[in-house]
């Protein structure tokens, strides 16, 4: 009959979307979700060919509707495959353009944070402890504000989001600190890693006996006669 609704394909055809494609459909932004989860989960199997491909097909996916914020990720992606493969003096150059652009966006929250404290982490393998230093304070203050603002300091819950990137940052911080020759803030960094650790739901068994191990540095030193 005339008011029978028309089959999917053709439905789909009258909107101007190509039938079966899910890039082509209404929730573009959640098949680019998907696409990008996969390169994360490929590069974390350690399927770096195929983690490749998907990261290109990603890009151009993404650039095709204009998305920025998924865009940064899958370059953060591609960075970690070229550092796999040793190119560390490019991957420095690139993920320092990549977090002057995502600065530009203006878009300060958690994933900002997440982008500059890889940065730092990478300052720091470089020996650029200065750089390093005010990225990692940086990243701390954009995750501190971000968890701030959606009241989650004082609920006090265990599934309170990225403590393991806080706790890294703020361990990296202590260290820091601790390298300079200021003991007595390397050791408040590390109460501040030990309060984040006792509000998370998964602490890093790794980040923990580190933090243990810089306070025993710390307190050695501090106390060694001069």
């Known amino acids: 009959s005339s008011g029978a609704a028309p089959p999917p394909d053709a439905a789909a055809a009258a909107q101007g979307e190509k039938a079966g494609d899910p890039r082509m459909h209404a929730h573009a932004h959640l098949w680019l979700q998907y696409r990008v989860a996969s390169t994360r989960i490929l590069l974390a199997q350690g399927r770096y060919g195929a983690a490749r491909q998907a990261v290109t097909a990603s890009q151009q996916e993404c650039a095709a509707v204009n998305e920025q914020l998924l865009s940064r990720e899958v370059s953060l992606r591609q960075i970690q495959l070229d550092m796999h493969e040793g190119k560390t003096d490019l991957t420095l150059a690139a993920l320092s353009e990549l977090v002057g652009k995502a600065r530009k966006l203006h878009q300060r929250d958690q994933r900002l944070a997440c982008l500059v404290a890889s940065f730092a982490e990478m300052q720091r393998d470089h020996g650029m402890d200065a750089g390093a230093l005010s990225s990692f ?34 361990l990296s911080l202590a260290q820091l600190h601790a390298a300079a020759g200021n003991h007595p803030l390397s050791l408040l960094y590390c109460g501040r890693v ?12 790794s980040t923990l006996c580190a933090m243990h191990l810089q306070v025993a540095r710390s307190n050695r030193l501090l106390l060694a006669p001069s």
Not at 141 to 168: C, F, I, M, N
Not at 194 to 201: N, Y
Request: aromatic share 4%.
């Open 137 to 170: 304070q940086e990243a701390e203050h954009l995750l501190l504000q971000w968890v701030s603002a959606h009241g989650l300091t004082e609920t006090k819950s265990v599934y309170l989001p990225h403590t393991d990137v806080l706790s890294r940052v703020q």
């Open 194 to 205: 030990r309060m984040v650790l006792g509000v998370s739901r998964d602490p890093s068994p």
